[in-house]
């Protein structure tokens, strides 16, 4: 079974626990400038929303790339930058339409999620459960079941 | 590690950034932050140093923790001799300020000097560079911070920064980060301010790595455990922020109002943690969410709204949108020592604080005093421009937040802070300060241990010295009785010695709710070099409080400025569960010295000095 990253920003408190933790993962040290998620903070309306790649189905960044550097991992369904192949052309940067593959220029190298190999440390590190690893078939699972309760509380008070 | 072991100097006067290796040596004695930073300070200027001439200095420094993934991991100290109180002043702030400093590849800035003309510090990674700030002077700590990012075209960018109220010389301007976390007390804003210096912009991509990777994550991991298993840090601080206290501490009589007369406040309940999540008329709360500091998994912040109705917004689109909302003590210093109930004002002059760039409860407090001169005609309408000052008016409240932010007419007065003015229209008496430092919201008389605390504190009056109310009100880590004086000598010290080690870390004192140093030894120990115990945390704790002591001593401080207010000591508090008690100062300080191995005047004794290694 394939599991998904599943984010609900209203339970994010911007703590950036996911950044540390994904930096921690890729390289070594806590730097969220190296993460592959992003929290993205909108001050005037109080707001924070967790951002990372989707794993496209059919991705774009694997397809526009020249060398065949990104490949895709049956196991998690992610899509992999290989960095022994990647030759740092920015090309999928470009053809990301969500912005979620950017180039290193320490490394001369993209980096994206690749959901650390099937443990996602982001998730395991958020505090709050705003970042989840679920069954991928089921992304909105939670959203059912909160919709399930409301239905099941009108129904118990028209009774 | 977890050191970067560098330091960057800045001299303001000849306009130069020198990199410097850390002492290392001193590292391991003081730790970093607070102590480490305060060990440099004190090795570098002179004692009787005025607070605002450049031979003054201001340190920036992050602890060993700070930047990495330990929880609360975020923090850093602004270290200087106090604007407000001339003793040393260590003020620390969270947000995401520190970790980049961090990240940036340093452990502390030291400025010295004064610059000729307004100037901020660019410092990228190692490339630092002094800029000329003057299209900011003059502008708030909001415009600034939104400037400073556009300019560097960089959203990622981190910037602490000055208001109006810290250029013009407000006794206690804050230094301002990520728009509303600041390094709030004593005036440290204000020698920013004198030193031409009007921002800091950051920006660090070179990662913090710590000495035991693998241990660390076991230890930063069993922590957060911890917190989040924790009743108050797990939910009464995420779901109420430090407001959770309102109704609690005015239940117990320990409210001061309008201006320590009262210990109780009738409006309590307006202007409570609880108040803020009520739904207001037109289906929004004040409360939008509550948020958190970097690496922070207990999110005690609060992000509020000023209801759009309300008269200090409705012709200003500028403050109707969320930001830092209402803590605890900005509540209390603005409402309930005020007299005004009305949470709706209090958010609004809690987001000038923040805009402006000034300490919600040194100013609170002195507009307390200053309400109190009014209501006895010392101070005149044509004092206050035309504001009736009185006890519980909203309207004059958020009228002296917007003075005091541009330090204009009856603002620049107020700017003095309450001891100042006080003692300008004759009246010192009715200053309720320590050390010229103003109040939190504790009153000494139902909570025993606070009055000491004040009144030993190294920075004037503060509750984060040594927050005994844990004990004494929350039962962390035992319950004592906050009546009594019993005791309370030996509970003070060992708050005092544990937080000087917690706020040295890097880590944020709120985490005490419930962690031990049991929790943060072995987190402080994987990440750094050398051993770290609870025992050397301990000793590290109690060296950095003789350390400040020696300071203030050299600084012309002694033994009988550790007192309180007469109000304190002699007027019986009048309602609650303290009725009729004052504070047992008198029976708490000469144990307090014995304790600390100091003599009868509280100067520490040669003895205890070597045994610290301070001599």
């Known amino acids: 079974m394939q599991k998904a990253l599943n984010i609900n920003a209203d339970k994010c408190t911007g703590c950036l626990q996911c950044e540390v933790a994904c930096s921690f993962e890729h390289t070594g040290t806590f730097n969220p400038s190296k993460s592959r998620i992003k929290v993205f903070k909108f001050h005037d309306e109080g707001r924070f929303v967790p951002y990372t790649c989707t794993q496209c189905a059919e991705a774009w960044c694997l397809q526009a790339c020249p060398v065949e550097a990104i490949s895709y991992d049956a196991e998690t369904g992610a899509k992999v930058v290989a960095d022994s192949a990647c030759v740092g052309c920015k090309v999928c940067t470009i053809a990301c339409p969500f912005g979620t593959v950017n180039y290193v220029p320490d490394t001369g190298k993209v980096a994206k999620c690749d959901l650390c190999g099937g443990d996602p440390k982001c998730a395991t590190a958020c505090p709050t459960d705003a970042i989840t690893y679920v069954d991928a078939s089921m992304t909105g699972l939670e959203k059912m079941r909160a919709w399930a309760a409301k239905t099941d509380a009108g129904l118990q008070a028209e009774a | 590690m977890s050191w970067t072991r560098k330091l960057l100097r800045v001299n303001l006067s000849t306009g130069t950034c020198t990199a410097e290796d850390l002492n290392m040596e001193w590292a391991q004695k003081y730790l970093g932050s607070r102590g480490l930073a305060t060990k440099y300070f004190i090795e570098e200027t002179d004692p009787k140093v005025d607070p605002l001439s450049p031979d003054n200095k201001l340190i920036m420094s992050t602890g060993p923790l700070t930047g990495t993934c330990a929880s609360t991991a975020g923090r850093y100290t602004v270290v200087t001799k106090g604007a407000l109180t001339g003793a040393i002043a260590c003020s620390n702030s969270g947000g995401f300020f520190g970790n980049e400093l961090k990240n940036a590849g340093w452990d502390m800035i030291i400025f010295?000097?004064?610059?000729?003309?307004?100037?901020?510090?660019?410092?990228?990674?190692?490339?630092?560079?002094?800029?000329?700030?003057?299209?900011?002077?003059?502008?708030?700590?909001?415009?600034?911070?939104?400037?400073?990012?556009?300019?560097?075209?960089?959203?990622?960018?981190?910037?602490?920064?000055?208001?109006?109220?810290?250029?013009?010389?407000v006794k206690y301007a804050c230094i301002v980060n990520d728009m509303d976390r600041a390094a709030g007390r004593s005036g440290v804003g204000t020698v920013m301010g004198s030193k031409n210096l009007k921002a800091v912009v950051l920006r660090g991509t070179r990662g913090v790595r710590v000495d035991d990777p693998i241990a660390f994550m076991d230890a930063t991991n069993a922590g957060k455990a911890v917190l989040a298993e924790n009743p108050v840090t797990g939910?009464?601080?995420?779901?109420y922020g430090t407001q959770v206290l309102m109704n609690v501490i005015n239940e117990m009589g320990a409210m001061p109002t309008r201006n320590f007369r009262d210990v109780q406040f009738e409006g309590a309940a307006n202007i409570s943690g609880e108040k803020m999540h009520e739904v207001r008329a037109d289906g929004t709360k004040n409360l939008v969410t509550n948020a958190a500091c970097y690496g922070?998994?207990?999110?005690?912040?609060?992000?509020?709204?000023?209801?759009?109705?309300?008269?200090?917004?409705?012709?200003?689109?500028?403050?109707?949108?969320?930001?830092?909302?209402?803590?605890?003590?900005?509540?209390?210093?603005?409402?309930?020592?005020?007299?005004?109930?009305?949470?709706?004002a209090l958010t609004f002059a809690n987001f000038i604080c923040n805009e402006q760039g000034y300490d919600p409860i040194s100013f609170g407090a002195t507009v307390g005093a200053a309400m109190e001169l009014f209501e006895m005609g010392v101070l005149t309408l044509e004092h206050t421009g035309g504001i009736e000052l009185k006890f519980g008016n909203a309207?004059?409240?958020?009228?002296?937040?917007?003075?005091?932010?541009?330090?204009?007419?009856?603002?620049?007065?107020?700017?003095?802070?309450?001891?100042?003015?006080?003692?300008k229209y004759g009246h010192p008496e009715l200053s309720m300060s320590v050390k010229k430092?103003?109040?939190?919201?504790?009153?000494?008389?139902?909570?025993?241990?606070?009055?000491?605390?004040?009144?030993?504190?190294?920075?004037?009056?503060?509750?984060?010295?040594?927050?005994?109310?844990?004990?004494e009100v929350l039962g962390i880590p035992e319950k004592t009785d906050p009546l009594a004086t019993d005791g309370k000598a030996g509970l003070v010290m060992a708050f005092q010695d544990a937080t000087?080690?917690?706020?040295?870390?890097?880590?944020?004192?709120?985490?005490?709710?419930?962690?031990?140093?049991?929790?943060?030894?072995?987190?402080?120990n994987a990440a750094c070099e050398g051993d770290w115990t609870v025992e050397s945390l301990l000793e590290c704790g109690e060296r950095i409080w003789n350390m400040e002591r020696q300071y203030n001593l050299a600084a012309g401080f002694t033994g009988k400025d550790d007192t309180l207010p007469k109000r304190l000591l002699k007027d019986a508090a009048k309602t609650g569960p303290a009725k009729g008690k004052v504070s047992g100062l008198d029976k708490m300080l000469p144990e307090y010295y014995e304790i600390r191995g100091w003599d009868a005047n509280g100067v520490p004794k040669a003895e205890t000095l070597n045994r610290l290694g301070l001599s």
């Open chain 2, 500 to 524: 000087a080690a917690v706020d040295s870390s890097g880590l944020c004192i709120f985490t005490t709710f419930a962690w031990s140093l049991e929790d943060i030894a072995p987190q402080v």
């Open chain 2, 235 to 239: 939910q009464g601080l995420p779901t």
């Open chain 2, 395 to 423: 309207k004059a409240l958020t009228d002296c937040a917007e003075l005091v932010g541009k330090a204009e007419g009856f603002g620049a007065e107020l700017g003095l802070g309450s001891a100042r003015l006080c003692e």
């Open chain 2, 296 to 344: 922070c998994t207990i999110a005690c912040q609060r992000v509020s709204t000023v209801e759009r109705t309300h008269y200090t917004v409705k012709d200003r689109p500028q403050y109707q949108g969320a930001s830092g909302g209402l803590e605890y003590e900005a509540a209390w210093s603005l409402g309930s020592e005020c007299g005004v109930d009305d949470i709706e």
């Open chain 2, 437 to 471: 430092q103003e109040f939190p919201a504790y009153d000494a008389r139902g909570i025993q241990g606070m009055g000491l605390t004040y009144a030993t504190s190294n920075r004037g009056a503060c509750h984060l010295r040594s927050y005994t109310v844990s004990s």
């Open chain 2, 112 to 169: 010295e000097g004064k610059a000729e003309k307004p100037v901020y510090l660019k410092l990228i990674n190692e490339k630092a560079e002094l800029v000329d700030a003057s299209k900011y002077w003059g502008k708030s700590c909001w415009d600034t911070e939104e400037g400073l990012k556009a300019d560097l075209q960089d959203p990622q960018a981190r910037v602490a920064s000055i208001g109006v109220s810290g250029e013009q010389g």
